[in-house]
């Protein structure tokens, strides 16, 4: 299983990016797909996640300005971030369960600030 994440960068407040995961090794529609973070000096945090039901959850502080998808087809996950703020600052990274082995990908930075 390879997941390969890429898009982050360094963008103002109230900017957007969209982070993007393609994910190898698996039957890729039959997973849940994760978007975590981890800022500095804190624990990573689930962000956002899609169900193979394209079911999707959020956390709390990112609901209404982050969108987690899916395209099957291209085996990848996304996740659009608006309206960004400084304490959205992390790294980001994708995440799969697969065979109770948890699978990362590399971490994408992104810095928000101005």
């Known amino acids: 299983v390879q997941l390969q994440a890429s898009g982050g960068g360094l963008v103002q407040p109230g900017g957007s990016l969209r982070l993007s995961c393609h994910a190898s090794?698996?039957?890729?529609?039959?997973?849940?797909m994760n978007w975590y973070r981890q800022a500095p000096g804190k624990q990573r945090e689930l962000v956002a996640r899609?169900?193979?039901?394209?079911?999707?959850n959020y956390l709390d502080s990112v609901k209404d300005r982050f969108t987690i998808s899916r395209g099957n087809v291209y085996r990848k996950v996304y996740l659009q971030m608006n309206s960004l703020k400084p304490e959205d600052t992390a790294v980001y990274s994708c995440?799969?369960?697969?065979?109770?082995?948890?699978?990362w990908g590399q971490g994408t930075l992104v810095t928000v600030s101005s």
């Open positions: 995440n799969v369960l697969h065979r109770e082995r948890n699978y």
């Open positions: 090794g698996i039957n890729f529609r039959l997973y849940s």
């Open positions: 899609i169900g193979s039901d394209h079911s999707r």
